[in-house]
């Protein structure tokens, strides 16, 4: 794992996947598991030497600095983002690859695999790949205008249009409230409710539902507050809000939210929490996976045509499209959802306006009015 040079351990760019640290006054070294996409190997044989020269007495302060900067490193990069990233190098050095690699190798990767997959799931391949070299220092190998070109190719010949979850409209939202209203009074049925409509109304990713605490909620005469400690477009936690005012009772929902809360007894920690056969509450959050789940049940319970193509990510759509077709102003859609990007919003407004702002409406009133003067 290291060479010896003049006594010195060096620390070796292809095992930039561990940091060697000196262990005992026998400085031998272990691999610390540090994740993927590191920095230059440099840093750490900086840390390791460090710890090295200076022996016992500073071993502690040079682990602690080496322990610090792996958090830093981890935090920098998202869990799933992580995720996704190790998952492509799996898959990589599954089909035979190796890191690190060289541009035949990728391009031959290409090669075996254009048809299979996805160009978007080759893109983000070809991303691993190339942050993996960024951070140890090396030649990436996916920058060399061959293998962009080649990708470029299975774009063009393998491309998609990209599947997009079903937005769901207040009639559908409606249709799945007055489902859950009919079944008999459990938590469960309170849970799912308030679910669904704060899901809807506050534009809510799967991740930020799951991860709302009790300690988030601010009550407010005009409605609920609900901070998001940290999301995907504030991955710096500075903090977002998204607001409930109070509306009707069988739409509000803030006084869901109330009656689950209360009804589930809960004083702390999450606010979304799995429910079993016996209508106990547990203790831990929901799965994320389980809000899909939830709406597949619904849709199916609807009778809606539309169920493989529900999922989380249909609250959000769902919101800023039904927004979009009441014409509410551009700004405020972008606030409730808490958009960071304009040109997403107008994606959504646009699909949501399809139909109300087009040319062909336009011309078929006046072409009506022409054939009754014939």
Known sequence: MFEMIANIPVFLPEFTGTLLQVV?????????????????????????????????????????????????????????????????????????GRLPSDRDTVVRYLLARGEALNPRTLDLHLTAISQWHHYQGLIDPVSDPVVRKTMEGVRRTHGQPKRKAKALRLEHVAQMVNHLRQLPDTKKKLRDIALVLTGFFGAFRRSELVAIQIGDLVWEPEGLLIRLSRSKTDQQAVGLVRALPFGAPGCCPAMAMKNWIELADINEGSV??????????????????????????????????????????????????????????????????????????????EEGQQFNNNAALVLMEKLEALVGNV
Request: charged share 25%; hydrophobic share 40%.
């Open 272 to 349: 979304f929490r799995p429910v079993n056969r016996w209508d106990k509450v547990q203790p831990k959050a929901l799965n994320p996976g389980g809000i899909n789940q939830l709406l597949k049940t619904l849709g199916n319970a609807c009778q809606f045509d539309f169920v493989p193509d529900l999922s989380s990510h249909s609250f959000r759509r769902g919101l800023s499209t039904s927004a979009a077709r009441e014409r509410v102003d551009f700004e405020l859609i972008k606030k409730q959802g808490g958009w960071k990007s304009d040109a997403t919003v107008w994606e959504y407004i």
């Open 24 to 96: 005992g006054s026998r400085k031998s070294f272990v691999p610390l598991r540090l994740g993927f996409c590191q920095p230059d190997a440099c840093v750490f044989q900086g840390l390791v030497l460090q710890a090295f020269f200076l022996g016992n007495s500073c071993y502690l302060v040079a682990r602690q600095e080496a322990e610090l900067l792996r958090h830093y490193l981890q935090a920098a990069t998202s869990d799933n983002t992580r995720k996704a990233y190790r998952s492509a190098i799996r898959q990589f050095e599954k089909w035979g």
